[in-house]
C-alpha cells in the first residue's frame, strides 16, 4: 500500500498490544454498565414506539406483523455505546497526562475529526429518539426537514475542515491512483457521511444487526488505518468496535434494548469519516456492503410505488424485513446478512490494503 499523500500525522505510534486493549476496555465497560443503563430506559420508560406509517405515508402492515411484540423495548442504548467510547478516549488523556502512558486517544490529526462527528451525531439522533419515544409530532421524531438540514449543516462543516484545513482534494481509485477532485470534494464528502449515516439507521430494524455489521466494519478500518500508520485511528477503531461488541451483547435475539437513531446516526457517519481520512471512500461500499444494500432497497421501493401506481419490487423495504416476510426469520436474516457483511468486509480489506 502506498503511504498516504495527505497531511495526517502518523505519529505518535500505539502498539497492537495497546489498540487491543482499548478495545477490550470498551467492551468491559460497556458490558458492565449495560444493566444499570437498561434499568434507567426501563424505569423512565425509554421504549421502542412502532412506526406510524412508511416514509411514504402507507400502513406498514407487514412491518407491524413482525414487529408488534418489541413495543417498549428500552431504546437510545446508541448513548451508552458513543458515551463510552468518549469516556475511554477521556481516560486515556487521564493515564497520559499522569504518565501511566505515553500517548492517549485524543489526538488532533487522528481522533478530533471522528469524535466531533461521533458526538454532533449522536445527539442529533438522540433528540430524534426522544421525540419519536414522547410522541412530539404528528409523525413521532424530528420532521425531515430539520433533521436533514441538522445532517447537511454537521457533514458540511467536516467537509470544509477536511478540504481547507486537512488539503484533501482526490479521491483514491483501488488499483487506478488518485483522482483529482478539487472543490467536488466537499459535496461528495457531504453526500458520504450523509448517505452512510443513513444508510446504517436503516439497517438498524432487527435485533443485532446493525451492531453485527458495525462490528466487522470497524474492525476492517481498523486494520486499513493501522497498515497506513494511524495507529491512533485504529486503536480509535477498535474501541469503538469494542464498545459495539458490548452493546450486540444484549442485542442480539431477542434484544433486551436498542441502538436507536442516537447509535445508528452516531457510528454510520463516523464509518463515513474513517474512511474518508484513509482515503479509501470507495473501499467503503464494500465494507458496508450490507448497508449499502440496505439503503438502495429503500431507494428503488419508493421509486417504483411513486412511478409504477403503487406497485411494489420488494414485499417490504428496507431490504431485511423483506427476508422476514419470505418466513425466514429475524435470526436467520440476521446471520446471513452478517454472513454477507463479513464476505464482503474481507474483500474491502484486500482491495484497500492493495490499492
Not at 502518523?10 to 467492551?27: C, H, K, M, Q, S
Not at 463516523?270 to 450490507?290: E, K, N, R
Amino acid at each position: 500500500m502506498d503511504p498516504l499523500p495527505l497531511t495526517l500525522p502518523v505519529r505518535p505510534d500505539i502498539p497492537l498490544f495497546g489498540i487491543l486493549a482499548y478495545a477490550l476496555f470498551a467492551f468491559v465497560f460497556v458490558l458492565a454498565l449495560t444493566p444499570r443503563f437498561v434499568d434507567f430506559l426501563r424505569r423512565n420508560k425509554v421504549g421502542k414506539q412502532l412506526r406510524v406509517e412508511t416514509i411514504d405515508g402507507r400502513d406498514p402492515t407487514i412491518f407491524r406483523t413482525y414487529h408488534q411484540a418489541k413495543s417498549g423495548t428500552p431504546t437510545m442504548g446508541g448513548i451508552l455505546i458513543w458515551g463510552s467510547i468518549l469516556c475511554t478516549v477521556i481516560l486515556s488523556r487521564l493515564l497520559a497526562y499522569f504518565g501511566v502512558i505515553e500517548h492517549s486517544l485524543l489526538q488532533r490529526g487522528q481522533v478530533y475529526l471522528p469524535l466531533a462527528i461521533l458526538l454532533s451525531l449522536g445527539v442529533l439522533g438522540g433528540l430524534d429518539d426522544y421525540l419519536n419515544i414522547r410522541g412530539v409530532g404528528k409523525k413521532r421524531g424530528l420532521d425531515a426537514l430539520p433533521k436533514i438540514l441538522s445532517l447537511l449543516a454537521i457533514s458540511l462543516a467536516g467537509a470544509l475542515w477536511f478540504s481547507f484545513k486537512l488539503g484533501y482534494d482526490s479521491i483514491s481509485i483501488p488499483y487506478v491512483g488518485d483522482w483529482y477532485v478539487g472543490l467536488w470534494y466537499i459535496p461528495i464528502f457531504m453526500f458520504i457521511l450523509v448517505g452512510t449515516a443513513n444508510a446504517v439507521n436503516f439497517t438498524d430494524g432487527l435485533d443485532g444487526l446493525a451492531g453485527g455489521l458495525l462490528m466487522i466494519a470497524f474492525a476492517s478500518f481498523g486494520v486499513l488505518a493501522y497498515a497506513e500508520g494511524l495507529s491512533v485511528l485504529a486503536a480509535f477503531s477498535a474501541v469503538c468496535m469494542g464498545a459495539t461488541a458490548a452493546f450486540l451483547w444484549h442485542n442480539v435475539p431477542p434484544a433486551i434494548f436498542f441502538m436507536g437513531d442516537t447509535g445508528a446516526l452516531a457510528l454510520g457517519g463516523v464509518l463515513a469519516v474513517m474512511a474518508m481520512m484513509i482515503d479509501q471512500a470507495l473501499t467503503l461500499p464494500l465494507i458496508g456492503f450490507v448497508f449499502v444494500i440496505e439503503m438502495l432497497s429503500v431507494i428503488i421501493q419508493l421509486t417504483s410505488k411513486k412511478l409504477r401506481g403503487g406497485k411494489k419490487v420488494f414485499r417490504a423495504a428496507p431490504i431485511h424485513h423483506h427476508c422476514q416476510a419470505l418466513e425466514w426469520g429475524e435470526s436467520k436474516v440476521t446471520m446471513r446478512l452478517w454472513i454477507v457483511g463479513l464476505i464482503a468486509a474481507l474483500i474491502g480489506i484486500i482491495v484497500g490494503l492493495g490499492a
